[in-house]
């Protein structure tokens, strides 16, 4: 079976681990200090926070700009859950708005009509490891005074015009083990600025500034340094690891038939967290079970938008059109793209692909 993700750990990380073990000091500590210094040069910013997972960096993220009940933050309802989870943590309210349907992230001509005075935010998702249109995003969030919040969990490395995922607003990753990189379970905010660095590492440590002093309600959001030695290793991997994704993608574009490849706009870098694929016609489930067949793995990354989860229907009343969004949700596979495949995977990948085209 050729599978979707498979997690590149060598003996690198193993020893890493031994060594944080062996160290004595297991909860957060020198070693996520050090991951935290690692990532923030890795993306260009001054600052990176490292908490349990990409959802509480979200979260953190949120709550670090003092967003909460009566805000509104805009959204895309193409993505996994945890991005509006996040704002509906905070007791704000996500709000969608539709994709573009070749990038499939936030198009960012819809957003202006999605303002209102409660809206606080913006959260660009850059989706499968492509990043936004940032431009006009950044635009529309200086000419609002709005915050921008990007959801960076599938494209660490990805880059907008030279400049990296996480560099335009503040950036949330996450390290879940099938992402571009992992740290087992944990997350990272980055940022540029001191007060809401510090906003973050207070939320994330129980609202303490002191010891035993609590000046706000905080939660315990801190990392191992297990997970960050863990981390670090990956983190020196991370460029051979995007590398190698794109030098597969680049390899299914150029020989797939009968599908719609993914777009690489001009001046972007995309990491192909996925490598997704539109199948026209109502034809995706029949690709996806002759796949199957033939020991291929695949997934749909989403089936059902965000607004049509039955408990956003049910418990906060969504009821809002995504045609480009809900168009998608049908259409798209994601076929296997990770460092961890041969070449003899990915000529089979194109041999089936194309056998089920004809
Ligand atoms: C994985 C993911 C998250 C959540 O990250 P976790 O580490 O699983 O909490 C949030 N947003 C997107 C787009 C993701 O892919």
């Not at 990532?39 to 993220?61: H, W, Y």
């Not at 709000?95 to 573009?100: L, T």
């Not at 938008?305 to 229907?313: E, K, L, T």
């Not at 168009?327 to 990915?346: C, I, K, Y």
């Amino acid at each position: 079976m050729i599978s979707m993700a498979k997690p590149q750990i060598g003996e690198e990380e193993k020893k890493a681990v031994l060594e944080v073990l062996d160290s004595g000091i297991i909860a957060q500590g020198p070693r996520v200090k050090a991951f935290e210094e690692a990532f923030a040069e890795m993306c260009g910013t001054r600052f990176a926070i490292a908490t349990t997972s990409g959802t509480t960096a979200l979260n953190v993220a949120l709550l670090a700009n003092g967003i909460g009940p009566g805000d509104e933050v805009i959204t895309s309802a193409f993505t996994f859950i945890a991005s509006a989870n996040s704002i509906l943590y905070t007791g704000a309210k996500p709000v969608f708005v539709d994709i573009d349907a070749r990038t499939y992230n936030l198009d960012p001509q819809k957003i202006k009509a999605a303002i209102t005075p409660r809206t606080k935010a913006i959260m660009p998702v850059h989706l499968y490891g492509l990043m936004c249109d940032m431009d006009p995003i950044m635009a529309i969030a200086k000419e609002h005074d709005l915050v921008v919040i990007e959801d960076a969990c599938q494209s660490h490395g990805a880059e907008y015009k030279g400049a990296k995922a996480g560099t335009f607003g503040m950036g949330a990753f996450s390290l879940y083990p099938t992402k571009n990189i992992t740290s087992g379970e944990g997350g990272m905010i980055t940022t540029d600025d001191p007060v809401v660095d510090e906003k973050c590492r207070v939320i994330r440590q129980h609202g303490m500034r002191r010891r035993y002093y609590h000046d706000e309600l905080g939660y315990n959001f801190r990392m191992t340094d297990v997970h960050a030695a863990i981390g670090l290793e990956q983190l020196k991997k991370l460029g051979k690891f995007n590398q190698v994704r794109r030098s597969n993608a680049a390899f299914l574009s150029k020989n797939l038939k009968g599908v719609v490849s993914p777009l690489e706009p001009e001046g972007n870098v995309h990491v192909y967290h996925q490598y997704t694929v539109r199948v026209p016609d109502g034809r995706r489930e029949e690709l996806k079970s002759f796949l199957q067949e033939q020991g291929i793995g695949s997934e749909v990354y989403y089936p059902v938008p965000i607004h049509q989860q039955s408990f956003y229907v049910a418990d906060y009343g969504y009821d809002v059109q995504l045609p480009e969004t809900e168009q998608a949700a049908q259409e798209v596979l994601s076929l296997p793209v990770h460092p961890g495949l041969t070449q003899d995977d990915l000529d089979r990948i194109v041999a089936t692909v194309n056998e089920w085209a004809e």
